[in-house]
């Protein structure tokens, strides 16, 4: 399974960016694919995650209402739109994949990888 991001950048506070995930390697019915991101000095944690076989989705509670995660199934690609965005939105986003359907999941349970994708928004 291969996982490319792209789309960071930096941005201002009430900003919108789009991240996108190019999948490939597998046929992801049986998939959660997920984005996470990790700050300097703290934990990698779950922004949102989707099951890729009937869209279903979850959200941190931290960015309900400002992001979506959505997929398009044709092209294996995998969206985050961030909108309304914080300075603590400031990471590294990774888009992430696992086997399974369980939507809320810590980040050790997820298999593979994207190579991240920096996002800073300035205040």
């Known amino acids: 399974v291969q996982l490319v991001e792209s789309g960071g950048g930096l941005v201002q506070a009430g900003g919108s960016l789009r991240l996108s995930c190019a999948a490939s390697?597998?046929?992801?019915?049986?998939?959660?694919m997920g984005w996470l991101r990790q700050a300097p000095g703290k934990e990698r944690e779950l922004v949102a995650s989707i099951r890729w076989m009937d869209g279903s989705t979850y959200y941190a509670d931290s960015v309900k209402g400002r992001f979506t995660i959505s997929r398009d199934n044709a092209k294996n690609t995998l969206f985050l739109q961030m909108n309304s965005l914080k300075p603590e939105d400031t990471a590294v986003y990774y888009c992430?994949?696992?086997?399974?359907?369980?939507?809320?999941?810590?980040?050790?349970?997820?298999?593979?990888w994207g190579q991240g994708t920096q996002v800073t928004v300035s205040s």
């Open positions: 390697g597998r046929a992801f019915g049986s998939y959660v």
């Open positions: 992430a994949a696992r086997v399974g359907s369980v939507l809320q999941a810590t980040a050790k349970v997820y298999n593979y």
